[in-house]
């Protein structure tokens, strides 16, 4: 069965600084893969996906994500962080119409 | 406005008791889900629904039940079979089963006393 894992659960940056978040997934073949951010006190929203194409896909608020078939990795960047990043980040896979989540990963950015 | 509802936002209950949470959706989505989200282990799903009257184990359903019943409602029962149930639980929905991308309502906070 698919697995995700995110290896940094709290990270904890400056403001201005740049921001790598690791996702990496255990099954090949056809996947599709998603970044979704929890701000605090706020629902789930997508921050962005790949489904195919261009593996260096951009979402909102700045943020991109490079998949790496080879590495099994989905990457998040963010080449400047803001306070306002302060969040909770997951990683999901999608599995035969199932969304599977990493464990998350929490970011803090100091002002 | 369209969404995602969750109710209640907060849940106390006594060991024993079994619990319903409620999730309706006006987004004319085809596909809902549920899931527990507990610190350090991110999103587990507990029960899935592609189509009404029909839905499917997810990776933690022991304890818990759910029915469809209406496109728009998708409702879950915690029941005192489940072992460890405090816990924030979120429902989501999308338009196709398939895509991934779903959309969450707030959340309901449930905690066993």
């Known amino acids: 069965a698919q697995s995700v894992s995110q290896h940094n659960h709290h990270v904890i940056l400056s403001e201005a600084a740049s921001l790598e978040l690791g996702c990496n997934y255990s099954?090949?073949?056809?996947?599709?893969l998603f970044w979704y951010v929890q701000y605090p006190g706020q629902h789930l929203q997508l921050l962005l996906k790949?489904?195919?194409?261009?593996?260096l896909v951009k979402g909102i608020k700045g943020f991109e994500a490079e998949f790496i078939k080879s590495k099994f990795s989905f990457n998040l960047r963010k080449p400047s962080v803001q306070w306002s990043d302060t969040a909770e980040y997951f990683c999901?896979?999608?599995?035969?119409?199932?969304?599977?989540f990493g464990q998350g990963t929490e970011l803090s950015v100091k002002p | 406005d369209g969404g995602i509802t969750q109710s209640p936002k907060y849940l106390f209950r006594k060991e024993g008791q079994n619990v319903t949470l409620s999730c309706e959706q006006n987004?004319?989505?085809?596909?809902m889900y549920w899931y527990r989200q507990d610190p350090g282990q991110g999103l587990r799903l507990i029960y899935y629904?592609?189509?009404?009257?029909?839905?499917q184990k997810g990776d933690i359903a022991e304890g818990y039940s759910v029915s469809r019943e209406k496109k728009e409602s998708f409702p879950l029962t915690v029941t005192s079979a489940q072992k460890n149930p405090t816990a924030f639980y979120l429902c989501?929905?999308?338009?196709?089963?398939?895509?991934?991308?779903?959309?969450f309502g707030e959340g309901s906070r449930l905690t066993v006393l």
């Open positions: 989501a929905s999308s338009h196709l089963a398939n895509t991934g991308e779903l959309f």
């Open positions: 099954y090949g073949g056809t996947v599709n």
């Open positions: 790949y489904f195919s194409g261009d593996p």
């Open positions: 999901a896979v999608n599995q035969g119409g199932k969304l599977i």
């Open positions: 987004l004319n989505h085809d596909a």
């Open positions: 629904s592609q189509i009404v009257n029909d839905f």
